[in-house]
C-alpha cells in the first residue's frame, strides 16, 4: 500500500482578522479557506481510499503551526509566559481560525488518516501539559486526551520518518531560538512555573512587536542584517531606535541574572557568532547535518521561511518547507516578496520514500511543482 505524509511548518496561526474587538495587526495567516482545501484534498480521491482500503495519509504539523508569540494579552505582549496566559492564547487561537480546527478534526475522523505535531520556537507553549491537552481535544474526532488520532511531540526536536527521511523545524540549529528540551519550564523559586525562552521570542515579544506599530512589514523582512545596512541611510532614525532595542533586550536576557529567564553562556557566544554572518539559511547546517548522519537521505527543516528543495551531486536532499505567511527575501540568491504556501510531500512505496517540495495553488490545479 502507498502511504503519504503531508509536512506543513510555519504557518503562523495567530488570533484571527479580529480580536479583542479590533481588527488584528498581528495575524499573518490569511488563507484559512486554501488550508482547508489543502485538507480536504489529501483526505479524499485518491488520498480516501484505494480499492475499498482507506489510504494511509499523516498530516505533519512542523512546528510554528500556532503562534503563540504574536497574541497579545489585553494589548501586551508578555516575556513571562505561564500556562495560564498560553491558554488564553491557544483558545484565541483555536477561536480565530473555528473552520481550520473543523477541517483538521475531519480530517482526523477519517480512517487512516492521522496527525502528528513537532513543536518550534513560536509555539513553545506546547510544553504546558494543559496547552496540548487543548489541542488535542480539540482536534481528536470525539474530543479525547490522550488520542490515538493526534500526537504531540515536545521530547525531541527531530522525527524519523523512515526510509531515511529526517524531520527538524529548524530552530535548534540557530542559536537565538534554540529551546532547552532538558529545561523548558522555569519553576525554581517561583510562584508559578514559566517558559525558558529563547533569546529569539524575546527579540519577536519586545522588539519586532512593538515596531511593528510604526513598520509593519517589520517582521517579514529576512535577513535582518540586510535591511538594517541599507536602512541606516534610507530611514536612519527607525532604523538606530530598532538597533537600540536590540543591544538592551540582548544584554538584559543574556547577561542580568533573574529567575524567570535563563541564559547559557555558550549559547550566548553562539548567537554573537551566528550574527557575524550575513546570511543564515540553515543550508550549510544541512549539508553538515547530512554528512554527518550517513543514514539520513533527505532532510526537511522549516523555521527560516525560505523555501527550498536542494539535490546535492551524492544524492542527498535538503527540502525547506517555507512558510503560509508573506514575506519580503532580501537574499539576491532568492529574492522574493509573494505567498508561496508551499509544502513537503512524502510518497512512500516499495519501502522507498520519494520527497517532494510542493505548492498549492487551488482547486483548479491543487498541488505543483515548486519552481522556486
Given at each position: ?22 481588527l ?14 489543502l485538507?480536504?484534498?489529501f ?15 499523516e498530516l ?8 503563540f ?34 477541517a ?7 480512517p ?38 493526534i ?5 525531541t ?38 517558559l ?50 536590540s ?43 547530512l ?39 532580501l ?19 516499495d519501502?522507498?520514500?520519494?520527497v ?17
Amino acid at each position: 500500500m502507498e502511504k503519504y505524509k503531508v509536512i506543513l511548518s510555519d504557518c503562523h496561526l495567530s488570533a484571527g482578522r479580529f480580536f479583542e474587538r479590533r481588527l488584528n495587526p498581528h495575524e499573518d495567516f490569511y488563507f484559512d479557506d486554501q488550508m482547508i482545501a489543502l485538507i480536504q484534498y489529501f483526505s479524499s480521491g485518491r488520498y480516501g481510499e484505494h480499492s475499498n482500503v482507506p489510504v494511509e495519509v499523516e498530516l505533519v504539523l512542523a512546528g510554528d503551526f500556532f503562534d503563540f508569540l504574536n497574541v497579545p494579552v489585553q494589548g501586551e505582549f508578555e516575556d513571562v509566559i505561564t500556562e495560564e496566559i498560553s491558554l488564553y492564547k491557544i483558545n484565541a487561537m483555536i477561536a480565530g481560525h473555528q473552520k481550520v480546527m473543523k477541517a483538521i478534526r475531519n480530517f482526523a475522523s477519517l480512517p487512516n488518516k492521522k496527525i502528528t505535531y513537532l513543536i518550534g520556537n513560536h509555539d513553545a507553549d506546547l510544553f504546558f501539559a494543559k496547552i496540548r491537552e487543548r489541542i488535542i481535544r480539540e482536534w481528536d474526532p470525539e474530543g479525547k486526551f490522550p488520542s490515538e488520532k493526534i500526537k504531540i511531540h515536545v521530547d525531541t526536536d527531530r522525527l524519523n520518518l523512515g526510509y531515511g527521511v529526517e524531520l527538524h523545524h529548524g530552530n535548534q540549529f540557530e542559536a537565538g531560538s534554540t529551546l532547552d528540551f532538558k529545561t523548558p519550564i522555569l519553576n525554581h523559586s517561583l510562584d508559578h512555573p514559566v517558559l525558558n525562552l529563547p533569546w529569539g521570542s524575546f527579540y519577536v515579544l519586545k522588539i519586532i512587536n512593538r515596531l511593528r506599530w510604526e513598520r509593519e512589514y517589520l517582521d517579514k523582512i529576512r535577513p535582518i542584517k540586510v535591511f538594517v545596512i541599507f536602512n541606516l541611510i534610507l530611514d536612519p532614525i527607525f532604523t538606530l531606535k530598532f538597533c537600540f532595542l536590540s543591544f538592551f533586550y540582548f544584554l538584559k536576557t543574556r547577561f542580568i541574572v533573574n529567575p524567570r529567564r535563563r541564559a547559557n553562556i555558550k549559547i550566548t557566544l553562539e548567537i554573537l557568532k551566528q550574527e557575524v554572518r550575513f546570511f543564515q539559511d540553515l543550508e550549510s547546517e544541512a549539508r553538515q547535518y547530512l554528512d554527518s548522519h550517513s543514514e539520513v537521505k533527505t532532510l526537511i527543516f522549516g523555521h527560516t521561511h525560505r523555501p527550498m528543495n536542494k539535490i546535492y551531486p551524492d544524492g542527498k536532499q535538503y527540502i525547506n518547507t517555507g512558510t503560509w505567511t508573506k514575506m519580503v527575501n532580501l537574499d539576491w540568491r532568492g529574492l522574493s516578496g509573494q505567498f508561496r504556501r508551499t509544502f513537503a510531500l512524502v510518497h512512500i512505496k516499495d519501502d522507498q520514500a520519494r520527497v517532494e517540495l510542493r505548492q498549492w495553488v487551488g482547486e483548479s490545479s491543487p498541488h505543483q511543482a515548486f519552481e522556486g
